[in-house]
């Protein structure tokens, strides 16, 4: 027993021997620390407590969907990881790297992620209920659609994050820095906002710019400008501003642009307000309406046209009722259906690759010959669900959590195939 212990701590002792001797930064993961983590969670926090010093690099890691519940990452190096849909519910990450990771769809229940490095993480649709986020530093992560309920960010820098439409339902913001941030419609029930500092750049639930009356009615702390702004910028804008609205001629007599328009001209510094403007909408306004409108009448129009092209990628049908919609042949790839009511719906030959099917009810619904690569059906309801034909991905999440496999294909006669 003893010479087996030696054996499997050896390569991690050594290792940690040689950390000091080597200063330059790795920018990929050490394998004998991934090694120590496949061993599983109770492994890896025994060989913790047992070697207080050791710090993991795991940095671009491909972790995908794994049960991290538990675990003791605190100082650990996760810079670039994957840990899309993965379970770290009660991890410790107390000051941990995590520049750059991508965390969407994952659970991090009450996780302590205390003075976490966390810049342009991407947590969209994460599930953060109660988790500890104080003085970590996630500036640009994206936060989207996430479940930021109860979650304490005192002192935390947000700045320039996305939060649109996370909740942020109970949440503590005292002293964090949400200039530039995106909270366009966010649940902000029952917030704690004391000393959060905002700026003329950050975008509030209501789509509004944070102002001086807003930060004085909440005892939050207003800048007057993002400090992401640059001011030459923000008056050659300006400038520009006064052409459109019709202040031609007061520019050619060299007057001032007013302070007003300079103020808006910084506003247009929130990166996801521009990239929103900027960004090509892939999906059919029209047919997305109708749809959402009334299904019958969508299913009557599709029947009268049955030439009609659907198109429909990216398209958000979060908790919608589309029962019995006739979704034959669309193109919904990349669209968000969850806790979406899909019972009974016809979804033969439909692209619904990188589709976010989270706790939708699919029962009874027809899949046939779909295209399901790296479809999420997290919790979602496949009960009498028909799969014949459809193509599946080890980056197709089942309803288990788990990833589908090329045996799961073979036994509900499905093709697996790689991703696109």
Not at 11 to 26: D, T, Y
Not at 119 to 142: F, P, R, T
Not at 180 to 186: D, E, H, K, S, T
Not at 403 to 418: D, L, N, P, Q, Y
């Amino acid at each position: 027993m003893r010479s087996k212990t030696i054996r499997f701590f050896l390569p991690i002792l050594l290792n940690a021997a040689l950390i000091p001797v080597f200063s330059c930064r790795v920018s990929a993961f050490n394998p004998s620390h991934l090694d120590s983590l496949n061993a599983g969670v109770k492994s890896w926090n025994n060989m913790r407590t047992l070697h207080k010093d050791f710090t993991p690099d795991l940095s671009g890691a491909i972790l995908k969907g794994r049960n991290l519940r538990g675990a003791d990452f605190q100082n650990a190096n996760f810079s670039g990881a994957v840990l899309t849909d993965s379970d770290l519910s009660n991890a410790n990450l107390r000051n941990a790297s995590l520049d750059g990771a991508r965390m969407s769809g994952a659970l991090l229940i009450r996780a302590d992620f205390q003075g976490a490095r966390m810049h342009a993480v991407d947590l969209e649709g994460a599930v953060l209920d109660g988790a500890h986020l104080q003085k970590a530093e996630l500036q640009q992560s994206i936060l989207r659609k996430a479940d930021c309920s109860n979650v304490d960010f005192s002192d935390a820098d947000l700045r320039d994050c996305n939060f649109r439409e996370a909740s942020l339902a109970n949440a503590t913001l005292i002293g964090a820095d949400l200039q530039a941030a995106y909270l366009w419609r966010a649940n902000f029930s029952r917030v704690k906002l004391r000393g959060v500092r905002v700026s003329d750049a950050t975008i509030l639930d209501t789509g509004r710019y944070a102002t001086e009356e807003w930060a004085r009615d909440r005892q939050a702390v207003f800048l007057s400008a993002s400090p992401s702004v640059d001011p030459l910028k923000a008056s050659s804008d300006a400038s520009s501003a006064a052409v459109e609205g019709g202040s031609k001629n007061a520019r050619s007599q060299g007057r001032s642009s007013p302070a007003h328009l300079v103020r808006n001209a910084a506003s247009t510094a929130n990166i996801w307000r521009k990239a929103e403007i900027q960004s090509a909408v892939l999906y059919d306004r029209k047919q997305y309406e109708q749809l959402k409108r009334n299904v019958f009448d969508w299913n009557k129009t599709r029947k009268q046209n049955s030439a009609m092209r659907v198109t429909l990628h990216g398209a958000d049908f979060d908790h919608k009722n589309l029962s019995y919609a006739d979704l034959a042949g669309a193109d919904l790839a990349a669209s968000t259906f969850k806790g979406a009511d899909l019972e009974e719906s016809d979804l033969r030959k439909a692209d619904l690759s990188g589709c976010d099917f989270r706790e939708a009810s699919l029962r009874g619904a027809d899949l046939g010959g779909a295209d399901l690569r790296g479809a999420n059906f997290w919790r979602a309801n496949l009960d009498r669900i028909r799969l014949d034909g459809a193509v599946v991905s080890a980056a197709t999440v089942l309803d288990s959590g788990k990833h589908a496999t090329s045996e799961w294909a073979v036994r509900f006669g499905v093709t697996f195939a790689e991703e696109k």
